[in-house]
């Protein structure tokens, strides 16, 4: 029971409801936090993203360093920032490099043997949330310089390649605002959760829109502010709701799984997963947790 706005009346057809959908029956029924990583960050851990699967990038909300830890906690390399400003969001690329946004400097910069590269140097806009393809692309997604306007722009190396900004009836599909993230599904799906807009918009790789998730109806909860965004091996689709201290899991099709709301955690933003379905969740506490959720 969600908003859910779909485009092909096949797809709602189609849709499985949590209780007979396989994707929710590997689904653990009590996820468990594994590790619990101190960054020691004053401002909160605002992003992690997964370098392999034995160590994790992070930045804070409030310096220009970017730190890497293994899962033991050890923090094993650091890089600051090219322009010394707080990165936005960042990705690790099919090659391993460590690729980030600097919305103030309003750049893409790639991190290649500790030597950082402006790979994308925008005009008129400044980016927020970063991704890697599977098929070695740069999703991003940006604001205008007035703030009126958000587009998902896919590049090859420098090269835009296609942008995303309106629906078939030349709507925006994004809000204009901060705290924008975004993942590519399996599906080859891209994944954006919308702060201002309180929802996770989900379009195909044409753009073309297939859902909207704006959270279940709840008495009890706040309304969903989602932060990070990612997915895993299955397709199913993570957001931190970070009001609620809660994690939303979707099917790729937009149906609502579960919730992970029982391993204390404490206003989650950034998320990741490793190949092995592992969750990195990065608190504004400056914790970041390990989870496991799927059996």
Known sequence: PQEIHKDQPVEQFGSLSAETSPLAWSLMDVPRVITSIDTGY???????????????WTHSGGDNMMNLYNHQGKQVESIQT????????KAVTRSGD??????????????KNTQIQTVIRLQGWKPHGVCSTSSGDILVI?????DKQTKVVCYSGSTEKNSIQYDDKGQPLYSSGYYKYISENRNLDICVSDYDARAVVVVNQAGKLRFTYTGPPSTTK?????????TDSQGRILTADCD???????????QFLRYIDNCHLQRP???????RDSLFVAELTGIVKKIEYDM
């Open 42 to 56: 004053e401002y909160g851990v605002y992003g992690v993203t997964c370098l392999d699967d034995t160590k994790i």
């Open 82 to 89: 090219k322009s010394g400003n707080t990165p936005t969001d």
């Open 98 to 111: 460590l690729v980030y946004t600097d919305y103030k400097d309003r750049t893409v910069n790639k991190v």
């Open 142 to 146: 940006m604001d205008n310089d007035d």
């Open 222 to 230: 706040e309304s969903f502010n989602p932060r990070g965004i990612t």
């Open 244 to 254: 609620n201290q809660s994690i939303h899991i979707l099917d790729q099709d937009g």
């Open 269 to 275: 933003c950034g998320l990741c997963v490793d190949t």
